[in-house]
Structures are given as structure tokens and as C-alpha cells.
């Protein structure tokens, strides 16, 4: 019987299957290893993409904000506010009145986004101003958006569905702050510079929005000095010095910011207090 020898035709064919065997064997892995890592890579990027890109969530602000990755929010002079359109409570009901519940999620999400970004690079924030009937006067809280400061909740005069909550923070919550209920104030434009936060949806068809003055500092005494806190005065007891906190709550998110109260107008506005005086009580 012949032997098989290393010279064979039958070891040499047997080693270049088994090498190639392997060889194929590798490929293989190092193709599924290489797809696996790109697939990491991009998941790590889509992650950061998404986290940097929106950081009104939740997860997102907590994460940023511990790891310092997101700058201050800060407030602005009034010559330095961001650009803009001012709006009437009627004209910014007409705007988000035909959003479903979806797409007015998403509008609040870009308005807090804008807001934590402080505008930057940005010329279109909306604005709210006009007259308002004062519903009640609310302190904010450690579970509040801004920790600490004052709430005003007020109907508009000229567009009842429309309700305001002018949320005035500032680093200590006044000791007094006094508005009669019924009583009638101005969100002014420039000067305050009140810039949308969050629209709700009640179930009668009322809408909330919640705004913030942007302006909240003024111009130093001379060029050597930093800017002062804006001082905003409602009334002789209804003064308050404003300031933009640098972080606000946003886990869990509390919108809008003050609780619903029973609304008793004192002071009733744009009412025909002669319509009864000349007219004939019908005779049954």
C-alpha cells in the first residue's frame, strides 16, 4: 500500500481546504465585528445627536446640566433681547387652536428648547403682550419650574379664552406682593420682553400661556460695573427684582405653573353699567 507522504496530492489538498476553511472563518468575523462597531458608533452618535439637540427632556437637561455641557441660562438688557414678534392673547390663541395634542407637544418642546438655549442664533421668539385681568397672585415653589418667585394668573380683557401666567422668578420669593383680584395690568413689549414658555389646552377650550420676562437685567451706573437685576413695579405692593435662575425644574414638569383658584371679578372691565337704567321692565 502506497503511503501518504507530505509531498502527497491528498495532504496538500486537505491543508488548503482547512486554510482556506479558516481563512473564510475570519472574514466572517472580522466583517460582523467591523459591522457591529459601526453600528455602536453610530448609535453613540444618534444618542448625542439627540441629547444636545433636545435638551428640554427631562434625562437630556439632568445629564447635561451635571456634566456642565450646556450653558447658563441668562437673562438679557433691554437692547440686547432677542429679536422677535409681539402677540395679542387672540392672536396666539388663532396660532396654536388647530394643534392636535401631538403637534402642541411639539411646539412646547421647541419653545423650552429656544428658552434653555438662551435664543441663540435665533430672531423669531414669540411674544405675548396686552392687558390682563388679574385672576390671582401665586407664590412659586421648590416643585415649580422656577423655584422661587411670584405667578400672576390673568384673563385677557379683550379674549376671555385666553389666560396668562406671568411667571416673574426671582432669587427670594417677596415677603409681600399684593394685587387686588380684578384688577387690570400690561405685560408690556419691550421693556418686559415676555417670551412663550408653554401653551395648555383646557377642556372647555381655555388656553394657558405661560410666559417669562427675558429682560431682566439693567444697565449699570458706568462701564466698570456688571449689569443690575431688573427691579418691575405693579403696584405699591407689588414689587418684585426679577432674575433669570441659571437652571430651572423641569423633572417633573409642572405646566401651567399656577393652580387653578374660584375667580371672583372685583373690578369688572369694559361692562354697560347704564344698559339697565334707561330700559322699561317688562310688565307680565
Not at 13 to 38: C, F, K, M, P
Not at 68 to 87: S, V
Not at 204 to 221: H, Q, R, W, Y
Request: proline letters at 7%; charged letters at 25%.
Amino acid at each position: 500500500m502506497e503511503a501518504v507522504s507530505g509531498e502527497s496530492s491528498f495532504s496538500r489538498n486537505s491543508r488548503e481546504q482547512d486554510e482556506g476553511r479558516y481563512t473564510s472563518g475570519n472574514l466572517i468575523l472580522w466583517i460582523a465585528a467591523i459591522a457591529v462597531l459601526i453600528g455602536l458608533n453610530f448609535a453613540s452618535w444618534s444618542f448625542c445627536m439627540w441629547v444636545f439637540g433636545q435638551p428640554e427632556h427631562p434625562m437630556n437637561y439632568r445629564l447635561l446640566t451635571k456634566l456642565e455641557k450646556l450653558d447658563p441660562i441668562h437673562g438679557f438688557l433691554p437692547f440686547t433681547a432677542p429679536r422677535g414678534k409681539f402677540n395679542s392673547a387672540k392672536d396666539l390663541y388663532a396660532q396654536v387652536y388647530p394643534f392636535n395634542e401631538t403637534e402642541l407637544r411639539a411646539y412646547n418642546g421647541i419653545l423650552k428648547r429656544y428658552y434653555l438655549k438662551n435664543y441663540i442664533e435665533r430672531d423669531d421668539v414669540t411674544f405675548l403682550s396686552g392687558e390682563f385681568l388679574i385672576e390671582s397672585v401665586q407664590e412659586m415653589g421648590p416643585e415649580d419650574v422656577f423655584q422661587h418667585g411670584i405667578v400672576i394668573r390673568a384673563r385677557s380683557t379683550t379674549f376671555p379664552d385666553a389666560i396668562v401666567d406671568l411667571a416673574l422668578p426671582s432669587e427670594v420669593t417677596p415677603e409681600e406682593f399684593v394685587l387686588p383680584v380684578g384688577s387690570v395690568f400690561r405685560v408690556e413689549e419691550s421693556q418686559m420682553c415676555a417670551a412663550l414658555l408653554n401653551v395648555e389646552r383646557l377642556m372647555d377650550t381655555t388656553m394657558i400661556f405661560t410666559v417669562v420676562p427675558l429682560v431682566t437685567k439693567e444697565p449699570a451706573g458706568n462701564s466698570e460695573e456688571p449689569p443690575g437685576s431688573k427691579t418691575y413695579d405693579f403696584g405699591e405692593k407689588a414689587v418684585i427684582t426679577v432674575t433669570t435662575p441659571e437652571k430651572i425644574q423641569i423633572d417633573p414638569e409642572r405646566w401651567p405653573i399656577s393652580e387653578e383658584v374660584e375667580f371672583i371679578e372685583e373690578n369688572p372691565v369694559n361692562r354697560i353699567e347704564v344698559e339697565a337704567e334707561d330700559k322699561p321692565i317688562p310688565v307680565e
